[in-house]
């Protein structure tokens, strides 16, 4: 269940410009490619 504040679309329309560099995800997407997984969860912090 995601916080209410994530959730606000005019939030949403502006996260990506603030934090464009998501390179980050890269070694994610790597393992989700080698195991073949079709869903992710995604527990935060």
């Excluded at 916080?3 to 070694?27: G, K, Q, T, V």
């Amino acid at each position: 269940m995601a916080d209410e504040i994530f959730e606000n679309p005019r939030l949403a329309a502006i996260y990506d410009p603030f934090d464009p560099d998501r390179s980050d995800l890269d070694a994610y997407e790597s393992v989700v490619n080698e195991f073949g997984a079709r869903s992710v969860l995604d527990i935060g912090c």
